[in-house]
């Protein structure tokens, strides 16, 4: 604690306050004598800590010497043959220079004579002679002693480490001032041997001032390395993972990159790969690297552009920077001349830089996408790489040192380069890492909402098995009562009840299939209004014992059809309404309401339950039901979850909401829509539990009048054509008609056009046809029947689609005789097809007779005339009046229309009228607002004022 930068006791105070609030705290006596004893000793340090040693000491009467670069006075001297020594040089052979100058490139060796005045000598102070960045193969330094000269030091990027007197990638000698000559003058001499002509820097400095100066580009350096080299094995990995051949070549061009940033920085040649320094031309390694590195960028460039371009523009240029770089290669081994293969290296890199640019140039395209981005950022890499050898060959012409001293910490622009190469495909696959880990996210959310729902479905299939079971139970006990051997009251309700049970134990069993399967149940057509109104049946009985009143609100359309599969329809609905009524509380009132907007349905209700029951309703809601009981005993109740379940099947969907003690409950679900092709007979209008007065209605339904010869009353047997695409319609046709008069049937509206044209065939007495059919609609015959002279007579009848039931009163307009819309039940095809016989019958008799009137010369009415008597004698035997036809024919009325206009002239209402012709009341009504505004009245006696 003595060490302790503590000042005027605010340390011990510290700890003592400290101390104090712990206890206070925490009650933890440990804590306070721990700190109380870090205070005392700190307290106890107080006494030997000196306040202010800098006057105490003097410490600011001391001067310290400052050390820069010593100056120097160089000359230089080339010997070509490599002949001299130090001893065999003159001064006079030196020509004086500045100590950093650009010798170009020189055969031999470079001598340099280096003096300077040694102002600080015998002060303890070593020196470091240093020649900069550039890559020299050799310098060896030598001192005069005397009259003779002893090796000072040497040092080199191709030299053994051993023959290096300061073994570092620094170009460093050591210069001992305890080896130098007593003398305040020194004399140096330095032999310099480069085969890449490259500017010297020679300077002198202070050991510890070289040392501080450089330690931090030292370790920036090594930071740069070791964060160089992990993105290349992070690249590596990437390309190996995403199995991406592009991240793996970019990893070898940066791996290439890197092998040469060391080797121009001296590490390589220092620590990695100084044993190739025994080898001839070993410094020609850097044009390897540098030819390597492009190469393999270039297969970057040509892998990123065909996968997003899917084919390459420009595949010379590709061709051509391949053959330039092998050439690069060839060059370095074959060229013995360092100026000559200095000169094509630079080249053939400059010229490669330009066509890489153009490349990458000619296939981008825009918007530019994820992984073209790796790609642009080559441009300032080229740029950087192509611009430094431009101005490298530049420098090899000028020999002004002032101009190209340029070297020195530029290499820091290849490491640049590096991060431009690598950075942009760290930043896009930590992207696509991420992207991956929100996938994986997903999945793993996806899993563990799959265990959710197993647990759920686990926890729904043990309550149902034990409902199955008490049911069971339940249909058993009741068979074995002894009330069933009697006849009395009692065993109505308990076959009731066995009606019940045995109808719920089949909609259990059958989800239980659709469930454990997951089979999308077979489905058939619903009349959904009908259907809903017979389950709400079932839930009278249970409802009467609570003195819960039930009422229903159904807004769906009568004829509203849904495909479902029946039983679990049925579950559905009787399931929802059952568990309302169990927790409703007793003497309530509880609305159930049914609508429809397209193929959408909404059942909604609200219950109000008491203070027992709302303790239930969460789990009874589906809300935590098996977090409240462990898996070993999971609740058996049911609620609402078998519905929820059920209407997954149809894409539905379960709320509810609060509110103090009611419920606001309502489920959703979409049904598939219903096509033309079912057979009718099948649907479903009611559940398999049938109540007392469903049973009655059915036992009357059963009797329907229908012999064989239905229709032998009209004199002949009558032939049908059926134009109906599906098989299952032409079944149930088939099956009511069968025996009772002859069908033909057709496929399309091309088939019964061939048909009718067809002489060998017997001509039919009525015509129904689909009115949505293949190639020739229903619509487009029916237009060529009534053109055509030899079929305008047949009596032609559309089939129409719930969906179709609105062309109806259009098509009976244009001269249909009738429409049936899907479902029809076979009474109304028989009631169609008498219809028809009979106004043909009397259309029949109506021409014979006119046709007797006109042999007998009784016929004083024009033509035009006797028609519409003929017409509306056919539709109602009514006869006009001359006024009443001319008033129909210039109004424009249809026979339809003009025989209610008679009627209503006759005072007879809507619903008489719908009586006389078969129609419904809503039929006359629309009938009457077209004959309103054609006669262009605006009430009834207006018309028969008119009529009349």
Request: charged residues 20%.
């Amino acid at each position: 604690m003595v060490f302790l930068p503590h000042e005027y006791g605010i340390l011990p105070f510290s700890f003592f306050i400290f101390a104090v609030i712990i206890e206070f705290m925490s009650r933890r006596s440990w804590f306070f004598i721990f700190f109380m004893f870090l205070g005392s000793i700190s307290l106890y340090s107080e006494k030997n800590y000196i306040k202010n040693p800098i006057k105490e000491f003097g410490i600011e009467d001391i001067e310290v010497s400052h050390y820069t670069a010593i100056p120097l006075k160089v000359s230089y001297f080339i010997d070509e043959e490599a002949k001299f020594n130090c001893d065999d040089l003159e001064e006079v052979k030196f020509t004086s220079i500045p100590s950093s100058f650009n010798p170009g490139f020189y055969k031999g060796v470079l001598w340099l004579d280096i003096s300077y005045l040694d102002k600080n000598l015998h002060q303890g102070n070593d020196f470091y002679l240093y020649f900069g960045n550039e890559p020299l193969d050799l310098a060896e330094a030598y001192i005069e002693y005397g009259d003779g000269w002893n090796l000072l030091g040497r040092t080199g990027r191709s030299i053994r480490r051993k023959q290096m007197s300061d073994p570092s990638w620094e170009l460093i000698i050591p210069v001992n001032e305890a080896e130098l000559p007593k003398s305040t003058y020194q004399h140096l001499r330095v032999k310099v041997v480069s085969s890449f002509g490259v500017p010297v820097h020679v300077s002198l400095y202070s050991k510890d001032e070289f040392q501080k100066s450089g330690m931090f580009f030292s370790t920036a350096n090594f930071v740069i390395f070791g964060f160089s080299f992990l993105i290349i094995i992070f690249l590596f990995a990437c390309g190996i993972i995403f199995k991406d051949n592009i991240y793996r070549l970019l990893a070898f061009a940066s791996l290439f990159m890197f092998f040469l940033i060391l080797q121009l920085k001296g590490l390589g040649s220092m620590y990695l790969w100084n044993f190739i320094a025994i080898f001839d031309n070993s410094s020609r390694l850097t044009y390897f690297l540098g030819a390597g590195s492009f190469i393999l960028s270039v297969f970057v460039m040509t892998g990123i552009v065909r996968e997003e371009n899917k084919t390459i523009r420009g595949r010379s240029l590709i061709y051509s920077m391949i053959v330039l770089c092998a050439l690069s290669c060839i060059s370095s081994i074959f060229i013995p001349s360092p100026y000559v293969l200095f000169l094509t290296y630079s080249i053939l890199l400059v010229l490669n830089t330009v066509l890489f640019i153009i490349s990458i140039q000619i296939n981008r395209k825009a918007p530019v996408t994820e992984s073209f981005v790796i790609l642009l950022f080559f441009f300032p890499v080229m740029l950087i790489v192509g611009g430094m050898q431009a101005v490298f060959l530049i420098r090899l012409f000028t020999k002004s040192v002032a101009k190209m001293k340029i070297r020195g910490y530029d290499f820091y622009l290849y490491d640049l380069c590096f991060m431009f190469m690598t950075v942009p495909a760290v930043y896009l696959t930590f992207k696509r890492f991420g992207k991956k880990y929100k996938r994986m996210e997903k999945t793993l959310i996806t899993a563990m909402e799959k265990e959710l729902e197993y647990k759920k479905d686990k926890s729904l299939f043990h309550a149902m098995t034990c409902q199955l079971l008490t049911l069971s139970d339940l249909i058993h006990n009741s068979i074995e009562l002894p009330q069933m051997k009697t006849e009395n009251d009692s065993v109505k309700e308990i076959h009731g009840m066995i009606e019940r049970s045995s109808v719920q134990l089949i909609d259990y069993l059958n989800a239980f299939l659709v469930f454990g399967t997951k089979s999308i149940p077979e489905s058939s057509p619903i009349l959904l209004s009908s259907f809903f109104e017979s389950c709400a049946e079932i839930i009278r009985s249970p409802a009467i014992r609570k003195n819960i009143k039930i009422s229903l609100s159904n807004s769906v359309d009568e004829k509203h059809l849904v495909r479902a599969n029946r039983n679990i329809l049925e579950l559905i609905f009787t399931h929802f309404m059952l568990t309302i009524v169990r927790y409703s509380k007793s003497n309530s009132n509880i609305v159930l309401s049914l609508s429809q907007k397209e193929n959408e349905v909404s059942l909604k209700t609200k219950i109000h339950v008491d203070s027992e029951a709302e303790k239930y309703m969460d789990e009874v809601l589906g809300q935590n039901y098996f977090l409240k009981q462990s898996e070993e005993s999971p609740s058996n109740e049911i609620g609402f979850r078998l519905v929820v379940k059920a209407l997954e099947i149809y894409g539905g969907t379960f709320t509810h909401s609060k509110e103090n003690k009611s419920y606001k409950i309502s489920l959703k679900m979409k049904f598939p829509p219903v096509d033309e092709t079912f057979n009718h007979e099948l649907i479903s209008v009611q559940t398999l539990f049938d109540t007392e007065s469903q049973k009655e209605l059915n036992n009357s339904n059963k009797t329907i009048p229908v012999v064989d010869n239905l229709f032998s009353d009209f004199g002949k047997t009558i032939v049908i054509l059926l134009v109906e695409e599906s098989i299952v319609a032409k079944r149930f046709w088939e099956d009511i008609l069968n025996g009772r008069c002859i069908t033909k049937t057709t496929a399309s509206g091309v088939e019964a056009w061939n048909y009718l044209h067809t002489a060998d065939n017997p001509k039919p007495d009525i015509i129904f046809c689909n009115y949505s059919l293949p190639v020739m609609n229903g619509r487009e015959l029916f237009r060529k029947c009534s053109d055509d002279e030899n079929t305008r007579d047949i009596p032609f009848v559309f089939i129409l689609s719930p969906i179709e039931s609105d062309r109806k009163y259009e098509l009976m307009r244009r001269g249909a005789v009738d429409c049936i819309v899907r479902p029809y039940s076979k009474r109304e095809v028989y009631g169609v097809i008498c219809m028809v016989l009979s106004i043909s019958k009397k259309i029949q008799h109506s021409i014979l007779s006119q046709l007797d009137r006109v042999v007998r010369g009784q016929m004083n009415s024009s033509p035009r005339q006797e028609y519409m008597q003929v017409q509306t004698q056919a539709m109602g035997n009514i006869s006009l009046t001359k006024s009443q036809t001319s008033i129909f024919l210039d109004s424009g009325l249809s026979s339809r229309e003009q025989q209610i206009a008679i009627l209503i002239s006759h005072g007879k209402s809507d619903k008489e009228i719908a009586d006389v012709l078969n129609i419904s009341p809503a039929t006359v009504a629309s009938h009457n607002k077209k004959i309103f505004r054609k006669l262009n009245v605006h009430s009834r006696v207006e018309l028969m004022d008119k009529v009349r």
